[in-house]
């Protein structure tokens, strides 16, 4: 049947199409009910809101996400059809018994996720079984070709293409930038694609985002790589991988991240942006996402399935007891990564690591000889050469390296006691960073000026948190303080 | 911060709430973020959605749950403020761990789940835990709590308040009008709350809606028990064990059925509704919900658990291998109820099972002698009592049994061959009766003509499927061809 569009500029986040009681009653279609929508070839599936008033019957509403993939104006037709319950429903509920699922069942799973029709709380159930039963290597294979398949993929004429990836869960741990300007300088090609926070207080795509864009078209991409040798990209809105960012998103809801997704989403994501070499930091420690055992344990299972994939990768498990870097939150992160490009009272643990990493893939592609990758890297880094590097990249990013706004409000808190800072915990204080607006509050989060071993007086400032809202900022700073996620002894 | 009410008949089927751009902005409120809404002393938690037109900063538009709720009206004022994270989405990590709950921590799931601080998703993480870890006895008594006492409680001053429940699975089981109507006419007190369709095609409260109002309010529900002895409520609008709809809801998507909620959910709502007596069928076979040994342990369960509650429990297990009646749809199933009550041309299945359970009730409450129940029950159904009773019910709530309205398109499939019906798998017909739009389009669904055992003849019609839309019975019959749920030896 053929509507017409009102405008009705409703961002919900999802494509929800708006339809007249009336209407929805002669078609047989209910709240909740997913529907097609076409115009000429395109199409997106939608779920199904009623209104009684705003339009006449023939007339729909439909909400941004729907404007922006159907290229619809005020008063265009479409056409509406019913869409066959989705096959996926039926294979969801295998896995919560810990039936394995074959290569084509996790293809259907995947690409119904990809075209929105599974509701959040269908892949919610997907999660848990993936979650609670694990995967095979097989399935995992799988389902990485199933998430590469069902998405965008970046072919390069360069034959080094580098990448790097952390698995995350440690707060601050902004090294990226950082790496990818030294690499790029050296002349490596590295076209980074991130991801944005899942259970942490912010990820690289949001740190960039407070300085520039990161939603790049695939041209837009290549343009910034022909350019800089580099990008600093968000995943998602290349289309790379797109089961990934909803799968994510969904995930995050209770700070979930199932290893077999964790890896086959890793490994689909640098496929897909063509990366031929990879290196892999698995942070571990009672603080980190995984122990030691669990990190070794990754470490093999990434090392075995890249090579189904003919994927060169090296992996370094590094300690993860505590930040990296004293800022906390997107802006405060970047904040830290321009301290350490350019030289200016840098945080020297966030220092150490990227030029650790940095010599690491200056060696794997070639650009420096074994052993000789670090002394490289920090001559980059001391040069100016990197920090030069980052603004080229931010530049062509439609960025620019100026003030960075701080946070409306925020709270000093006090050290009780003098004494050695013995512990600080990543779950607690990104919690924290959380509860005071990050990810989507740009300029909020915790700010920490001592790390493990360091001394602290009684009444000094042990951090700062920064946030958008009154009512977030006592939230976060309650939390800090019945909390105490930095340990004095 | 106060907000004016612009009139924005939405049904969106949960409460939410749209805010212009730039007070979210303001506010540091994004899409998907949960606010409270307030008026006078009522409450509720609503989920953010952003707009840009429509109307201007400091007005927001609410759906149609927030206006009932909070009894507003266009250019009426609300206070809306940010709401916690809702602590149970750290909960709900835990049990996907298999970790036990804690009462305290059921309590604050169910609590959260009732005042829709949760989403879907997160919902469907807890119920994926609940179906995979399992549960104590201890946590089925704290859950079953958690769920009554977060509702409506209904007190009768009957000391002798009967009811009856199926688990259901058995498509066309629609016992209950007949047992509730017999019952009632031997004066038995039987306010019965039916739920609707989890899994199936209809449940009670969708069947009987096809002639009577369901969505009771207590007041409305006391009256008419007042006046019949009975009712047929759909448990629902009374607000008894609110938080079992909604887990009912999410359970749906993937049809998941986890037995401690399954339990809890049972349990809960026969002690919201004041009962005493209870008869639970439990139907068991190859082709029912649970297998014979799966329902003997299902009743020893409840048998346990019943006691911790003081609630007498009586456990028939009944074989559940073909659907029961002809009907299986909302309005065909309530077509072959008054066909047993009418006496004419009654399934005999269905009248069979309806008076085994009806005797049990009559005995179990002391209106007939031990041994004595059947004689009783047959003799009220006979009479034309038991049908008396049932339009007296209707009639007490708004409905009248008068013609019942057919499905727009029907399509009658035939037998290939001649032979003997040797089996008839039930989660097919459900499936093709859900496809045809059962539970939501009342008329539609799948009539069948044999039952086991029974002789048909080549190109006889095996089937009637009927539904309101071409496309849902195209999909209904092309299944039921395809899948072939009656077998022919």
């Not at 997907?126 to 399935?139: K, L, R």
Request: hydrophobic share 40%; with cysteine; net charge positive.
């Amino acid at each position: 049947m053929k509507f017409k569009i009102r405008s009705f500029k409703i961002g919900a986040g999802k494509p929800i199409v708006f339809i007249h009681k009336s209407d929805a009653k002669n078609l047989s279609i209910h709240v909740g009910n997913r529907v097609e929508l076409s115009k000429n070839r395109k199409k997106i599936i939608a779920v199904v809101d009623l209104v009684g008033s705003y339009f006449e019957p023939g007339e729909v509403g439909v909400s941004r996400e729907i404007i922006k993939k159907l290229n619809l104006k005020s008063g265009d037709e479409i056409e509406i059809s019913l869409t066959p319950s989705p096959q996926s429903t039926g294979l969801i509920q295998k896995k919560l018994s810990c039936t394995p699922y074959t290569k084509k069942e996790l293809n259907t799973i995947i690409k119904d996720i990809v075209n929105n029709a599974l509701t959040e709380a269908e892949i919610a159930y997907f999660i848990s079984g993936v979650y609670h039963c694990g995967m095979s290597d097989n399935e995992i294979i799988n389902l990485t070709e199933a998430i590469y398949n069902n998405g965008e993929k970046i072919k390069w004429s360069h034959k080094n293409v580098a990448d790097k990836h952390s698995i995350g869960g440690i707060p601050g741990n902004r090294t990226t930038p950082i790496i990818v300007s030294i690499c790029a300088a050296a002349g490596v090609i590295i076209p980074k694609t991130s991801s944005r926070a899942i259970t942490s207080a912010a990820g690289t795509a949001d740190s960039v985002e407070s300085i520039a864009r990161v939603d790049l078209s695939i041209s837009e991409m290549k343009r910034v790589v022909r350019k800089t040798n580099a990008c600093l990209a968000w995943g998602g809105s290349l289309g790379l991988a797109p089961a990934d960012d909803k799968l994510i998103q969904v995930e995050r809801l209770i700070n979930l991240d199932p290893e077999p997704q964790l890896i086959a989403s890793i490994l689909a994501k640098k496929l897909a942006a063509g990366s031929k070499f990879v290196l892999l930091d698995i942070p571990y420690g009672k603080n980190a996402k995984v122990s030691r055992k669990k990190a070794e344990h990754l470490k093999n299972k990434f090392k075995k399935l890249a090579k189904h994939f003919n994927l060169k990768i090296e992996v370094i498990l590094t300690k993860g007891d505590e930040p990296i870097g004293n800022g906390i939150g997107p802006s405060l992160e970047i904040i830290d990564v321009i301290k350490v490009l350019k030289r200016e009272n840098p945080p020297k643990d966030l220092e150490r690591k990227s030029l650790k990493m940095a010599s690491i893939i200056l060696e794997m592609v070639g650009k420096a000889k074994k052993g000789e990758g670090m002394k490289k890297a920090q001559e980059i880094l001391n040069s100016g050469k990197a920090y030069k590097k980052f603004e080229e990249i931010i530049l062509a990013q439609s960025g620019e390296i100026g003030y960075i706004r701080k946070a409306k409000y925020s709270h000093n808190v006090t050290s009780l006691r003098s004494g050695k800072i013995t512990a600080i915990d990543n779950k607690l204080v990104s919690h924290a960073a959380r509860l005071s607006g990050c990810p989507t509050d740009k300029a909020s989060g915790v700010y920490i000026y001592k790390h493990i071993g360091e001394r602290i007086g009684k009444s000094e400032v042990i951090a700062t948190i920064y946030s958008e809202s009154k009512q977030k900022l006592r939230e976060a700073v309650e939390f800090f303080i019945e909390f105490k996620p930095i340990k004095i002894g």
